[in-house]
């Protein structure tokens, strides 16, 4: 079992900045990727990003790229969302993920979630 624990969510304007991290828990997580996903409300949930834990390779979503940074630092077990030039659309709940496998497009663990809001 892995348990994943989000905090860094809130409120900022638009062209602002957050960063989210994400500490995992439980079994090792040496062979997997984690990543985060976002839903707005009325939207369908969102890929944002994601790293390996092993190599540190990382992936973004088209709408998320050259703003926003996934990072990890596995002597915390943390994973970290650096979100940067904020826009309203951004606005949703981010959820941290563990996937199955560092090549796996399945997700096994979620996080609880939390908010971002982009004031206009």
């Known amino acids: 079992q892995v348990q994943l624990v989000e905090s860094g969510g809130g409120l900022v304007q638009t062209g602002g900045s957050l960063r989210l991290s994400c500490t995992a828990s439980?079994?090792?997580?040496?062979?997997?990727?984690m990543g985060w996903f976002r839903q707005a409300p009325g939207k369908e949930r969102e890929f944002v990003a994601r790293?390996?834990?092993?190599?540190?390779?990382?992936y973004y979503g088209d709408s998320v790229k050259g703003r926003f940074t996934v990072s990890r630092d596995k002597d915390k077990n943390t994973v970290y969302l650096q979100m940067n030039s904020l826009k309203p659309e951004d606005t949703a709940v981010y959820y941290c993920?563990?996937?199955?496998?560092?090549?796996?497009?399945?997700?096994?663990?979620w996080g609880q979630g939390t908010q971002v809001t982009v004031s206009s």
């Open positions: 993920a563990a996937y199955r496998g560092a090549l796996s497009s399945s997700v096994d663990y």
């Open positions: 439980g079994r090792t997580l040496s062979r997997n990727a």
């Open positions: 790293v390996t834990w092993s190599l540190g390779n990382t």
